[in-house]
């Protein structure tokens, strides 16, 4: 038998498979990831998440120095407090580490990146949940008032986007309100819209010295979970979200796929610390090809319909890609 089709002939040099290829990564669709430490004099290691670290102020503009050099799209800011009580005081107070760290990112690199601020209560709580706890369960309509004092204060340092990452119901309508109260209408809201309770958040974990024991199932969604991925996306579209997501990415490209089926503004995913540990992990070992899989699996989440890529590889693969 001689077959007459022969997708193969599109697959025969390297010339042709970069012309016929559907999928390509640049670096201004990466965004970073970059965490902050109060009151350490060196950056640290996150023995988790190999080639992550906490940074310091200085280390944090070094990083942010290099993403903007490579021509990352974006910086996203996680910070970690030296001291956190019931509320997470530290998260709207315009001196906390993470507001602190924003003012300086934002004005020296505000016009090369697009500086983004998570926002989430987990790392400033002593119980380490994601919002207030009132009989000990963490309380929505509580929590969406800090949220919505958190988002003040963090478009005040500068942040242009801000990643609501905490699985309330009504947060994203409680922040826009927020913001458009006192005049922050410029400010973007990216919504967490489908994030899972996900074992692959463990690494994080170390990165923000979390003080959480129990799990975050009351709030963030159920993996068994497809359909309500878009309801919430859908939600979220309504309450006036710029940006939805889907998180983590590996295990959830079918939820990501239909959530890119309908939503009308930008979907992006993010590949989370349980992601990059376990390429990490199996390429120290020998197991895989360290900088085929993280290509890979980034091609794989755009593939599925991702516009842009939260990844601690941005600057990295940024650099592979020039
Ligand atoms: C919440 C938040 C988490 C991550 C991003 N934002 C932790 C969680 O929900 O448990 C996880 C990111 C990662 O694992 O890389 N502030």
Redesign the pocket.
Known sequence: MTPIIRPRRMRRTPALRRLAAETRLSPAELVL?LFVREGIDEPRDIAAMPGVRQHTIDSLKRAAGEAAEAGVGGVML?GVPETRDAEGSAADDPEGILNLATREIAAEFGDALVVQT?L?L??FTDHGH?GVLRGGEVDNDATLERYAAMAVAQADAGSAVL?L??MMDGQVAAVRAALDGVGHEGAAILA?SA?YASA??????E??D?Q?TGD?RSY?QDPANRREGVREAELDVAEGADIVMV??AMSYLDVLSDVAAMSPVPVWA?Q???E?AMIEAAAANGWIDRRRAIEESLIGIKRAGADAILS?YATEVAGWLR
């Open positions: 990831p996680f998570d989430c987990d790392e994601c990643g990452s905490g967490y994030k692959f958040y463990g690494p994080f974990r990165a923000v979390s959480l975050r963030q998180k983590p993010y989370v610390s349980g990059l601690y």
